[in-house]
């Protein structure tokens, strides 16, 4: 299914992901399109992407919906695995980690949410390295 997602998330790029993705030949074109941009934002170092709907549909100017039915193809097929965040500073749920099993391997679990550490420091920049959030122990 479908994760629900958060306007934020890093810019990172990978070209290993994307040299990847443009080489599926079987997928529709928004299919395809949203694939090359996932593989865009993989993160080499952490393996994976982590855009928001909101920020995915400001990027690429697909609407959520289309961007929801797109990625629902490109799990069904195999070729992205999502898993959902929470922040453990405000124990909402953040954007999903999106996995391209080509490029690095998904976690052998991805059912359960997973706790993002950090806090947003007083310059209103996110610090993962923060320990100061109000629901830890």
């Known amino acids: 299914s479908v994760?629900?997602?958060?306007p934020r998330g890093g810019l990172a790029m990978s070209n290993k992901a994307s040299d990847w993705a443009w080489t599926i030949?079987?997928?529709p074109f928004a299919s395809k399109y949203l694939l090359i941009y996932l593989a865009k934002r993989l993160?080499?170092?952490t393996g994976y992407a982590w855009p928001s709907?909101?920020?995915i549909s400001i990027d690429t100017g697909?609407?959520?919906s289309a961007?929801?039915?797109n990625l629902?193809?490109?799990?069904?097929?195999g070729l992205v695995v999502t898993q959902q965040q929470f922040?453990?500073?405000t124990m909402q749920s953040g954007s999903c980690r999106y996995y391209l099993p080509e490029i690095a391997p998904p976690p052998t679990d991805t059912s359960r949410a997973v706790p993002v550490p950090g806090g947003w420091d007083v310059d209103g920049t996110w610090d993962p390295e923060a320990e100061d959030y109000p629901f830890a122990e």
């Open 72 to 77: 629902n193809k490109l799990i069904g097929a």
């Open 67 to 69: 961007i929801r039915n």
């Open 53 to 55: 709907v909101s920020r």
């Open 25 to 27: 030949d079987s997928l």
């Open 87 to 89: 922040y453990l500073s």
């Open 43 to 45: 993160n080499d170092r």
């Open 62 to 64: 697909m609407s959520k």
């Open 3 to 6: 994760c629900r997602l958060r």
